[in-house]
Each structure stands twice: as C-alpha cells, then as structure tokens.
C-alpha cells in the first residue's frame, strides 16, 4: 500500500535560518504529491504540489521537487519567519486528490524570534 | 483558488444527542468529499470519502451508523455524530476536490469543527 514517511519532529529554528523538511514516500503508481500546513485550531491548507516527476511546487518562499529516483518531496525554504511556526503535513493521492491522500504524521515546526 | 468551508467552528453537546456539521465548497462544484478527524497533534484520519449523490464509503473500523454522511448536492456535505458519547470529542476536518478549476485533482480543506461531548 501507499506510505508517507516524515523526519521526526518537533524542529525549531531562529528567524531567518534555512528549513528543510523530509518527506520520502512509497506508492504503487505515479503519485501527486502534496505538502499542507495546519496552523493552531484550523484546518489545512494547500501548501503547494508536484504531480510528476521533476516538477518543481512554490508557494510564499517554500519549495519541494518530485523526486521519482530517490521518491522523496522535501520541503525546503531559504529564510523563515515566526508567522511559519505550524504543522507541516506530506501527502500523496495516486491519480489525483479524487481519491485518498494518504498523510505523513506531520511535523512541528516552531521558529524563535 | 478554492474555499471550503465548515460550520459551526465548534460546539458542545451533551452526551447521547446529536450534532449535524455542514461542510460547503463556496466557488466550486465538489463531486467528491472527504471527512477525517484529528486527534491532539496526531495526523489526519480519513473516515469516508462521498461523492455527489452516491452513498459514503466508509474507512474500516468506522461506523456508519454512527456518522451520518450526506453529500446531497456539489457544494454541500453533512456528517452528523449520532448519539454522541465524550469519546467522540475531536476536531472533524472535511475536504473537497472537483473536476475543473483549482480544485481539479487537488483537495481543499475547512478550518474544521472542534466537537466537544459533555
């Protein structure tokens, strides 16, 4: 069956330093890939996605590649703020979000002034 | 983009009454709706997946009887706890994806619903 696997948390990083993230999945097919990010008491928002190999998803400074040779879609941004402290989220569906997303345990990710 | 979202944003209810929660998509047709629940800073547990007027299918060890899913039109989904008892306190999450649009093969969830059982 399809898995997602994301490095252990909680992460916590000053103003300002880089982020990364690891996702690295197992699925049967050719997956969409997805990362979302919950902040405190809401719902999940759609980060960004890849839906083939080598695409490449942006949104506000953070950015994954979809990787097929080593199936990973880690998350990375250059520079993070305060407002980034929240949950991060990595998840797959196989032929589009019409089906199941099957989700990471999600991480942690606090940034200090 | 694509808005979902769920109302109420939270309630409180004595234990054996039942509580209804409304998930809408508010600028697309959803011809498919998701409902998970979320315990404390776990992840998301998916318990059915609706599509428009077709019958939920229900993740194992869920009880359909228990929660009720509706999905009676391409903007709206229901899940109503029946006889809710103070183990069903949780945070309900819904989603939405359609056909065409930003929300074409992607999924698009509510703020969630925070139920609490007295």
């Known amino acids: 069956g399809n898995s997602v696997t994301q490095m252990e948390g909680p992460v916590t990083l000053s103003e300002e330093a880089f982020l990364t993230i690891n996702c690295t999945y197992t699925?049967?097919?050719?997956?969409?890939l997805f990362w979302y990010v919950q902040y405190p008491g809401e719902g999940l928002q759609l980060l960004l996605k890849?839906?083939?190999?080598?695409d490449k998803g942006s949104n506000k400074g953070f950015e994954a590649t979809y990787r097929k040779e080593t199936t990973s879609f880690h998350l990375e941004k250059g520079s993070v703020q305060v407002s980034d402290s929240a949950v991060y989220f990595c998840a797959l569906s196989e032929s589009g979000a019409n089906s199941k997303l099957t989700f990471g345990k999600g991480i942690t990710l606090s940034v200090r002034p | 983009g694509a808005v979902v979202s769920q109302h109420p944003s939270w309630v409180i209810c004595k234990s054996g009454t039942s509580v209804k929660i409304e998930c809408r998509s508010l600028d697309f047709q959803a011809t498919t709706m998701f409902w998970y629940r979320q315990f404390p800073k776990q992840s998301l547990m998916l318990m059915a997946t609706s599509n428009e007027g077709s019958k939920a299918t229900y993740e194992q060890g869920v009880e359909k009887d228990k929660f009720l899913i509706n999905h009676a039109s391409l903007t709206l989904s229901t899940l109503t706890v029946t006889s809710a008892h103070p183990e069903d306190s949780s945070f309900y999450i819904c989603s939405a994806s359609g056909t065409s649009g930003p929300a074409r093969d992607t999924q698009y969830f509510g703020p969630g619903t925070r139920l609490t059982v007295l």
């Open positions: 890849a839906t083939k190999a080598d």
């Open positions: 699925a049967t097919g050719y997956p969409s």
